[in-house]
């Protein structure tokens, strides 16, 4: 069994993997104080509850986004597990060539997705990741990874209203039933970010088509807002909420 682990700049989320099966997912909020100490107890803690223990965990493999944490995190695989973590970067095989202007520029995140969409529905496909910010990641016929795409997430967009109108609320991110269903502030502000939204993904994955001259381009949407934006567009040909746990195993899979 092994400890997949994504760093995302909102949330951590932990899977232990069986031969490429989940067998258990946990989420923290992502807290740059935290002590390797308070890192360790609490995934022994949330992996017991799954009747998991450090011993049935033969290696660790994490993606990050956020430097600020690596250091507690790493020490706390190596106190509490007795392992050296695999951290997701320059020089692991990963079966997926980038094709940017600094490869070094792009996230971990971003490359294990990619792989995942690449290894489990073939290419050429985009990502669509939903997180913090929305990223669009394209990988080619060839397993080349050659755009990158990145927009400020729904949350940001809503939280942006928000703060910057005094009269604006604080809102839940819900797909209204339609654009003329606006009848108060409230779902006006959700009409206004989530089919506006729509409208952007549906824009960008046709862009990226045309430009590819791709029309069977294969779109898997993954992150905690996709199933909202999924819903009201017909352009996401697969949802995959475990994509870059699955990725994440993929790629130790080929460093073993």
């Known amino acids: 069994m092994i400890l997949v682990i994504d760093v995302g700049n909102t949330n951590i989320v932990l899977g232990a993997m069986e031969e490429g099966e989940l067998v258990?997912?946990?989420?923290?909020?992502?807290?740059?104080?935290?002590?390797?100490?308070?890192?360790?107890?609490?995934?022994?803690?949330?992996?017991?509850?799954?009747?998991?223990?450090?011993?049935?965990?033969?290696?660790?493999?994490?993606?990050?986004?956020?430097?600020?944490?690596?250091?507690?995190?790493?020490?706390?695989?190596?106190?509490?597990?007795?392992?050296?973590?695999?951290?997701?970067?320059?020089?692991?095989?990963?079966?997926?060539?980038?094709?940017?202007?600094?490869?070094?520029?792009?996230?971990?995140?971003?490359?294990?997705?990619?792989?995942?969409?690449?290894?489990?529905?073939?290419?050429?496909?985009?990502v669509i990741d939903f997180g913090t910010a929305t990223t669009y990641d394209i990988v080619n016929e060839k397993a080349e990874f050659i755009a990158a795409i990145t927009s400020p997430g729904i949350r940001i967009c809503a939280d942006a209203l928000w703060m910057r109108a005094a009269q604006l609320p604080h809102i839940e991110i819900k797909k209204t039933k339609g654009v003329l269903d606006s009848k108060n502030t409230i779902t006006s502000m959700q009409t206004g970010l989530v089919y506006g939204y729509i409208g952007q993904v549906e824009y960008i994955v046709n862009k990226a088509k045309e430009e590819m001259n791709c029309p069977n381009l294969k779109i898997i949407a993954t992150g905690g807002l996709a199933k909202i934006i999924q819903d009201g567009t017909t352009v996401i040909d697969h949802f995959d909420g475990l994509l870059t746990l699955k990725g994440l195993e993929l790629i130790y899979q080929k460093n073993r």
């Open 24 to 126: 258990g997912s946990y989420r923290l909020t992502t807290q740059t104080p935290r002590t390797s100490d308070e890192y360790g107890i609490t995934m022994v803690e949330l992996l017991r509850q799954k009747k998991i223990t450090p011993k049935h965990i033969e290696a660790v493999i994490i993606s990050s986004v956020v430097p600020d944490i690596m250091y507690s995190l790493a020490n706390s695989i190596r106190k509490y597990f007795d392992k050296k973590p695999i951290i997701v970067g320059p020089g692991l095989k990963t079966g997926i060539s980038i094709r940017t202007d600094n490869p070094r520029e792009v996230g971990a995140d971003r490359i294990v997705n990619s792989v995942a969409a690449y290894e489990l529905y073939g290419g050429p496909c985009m």
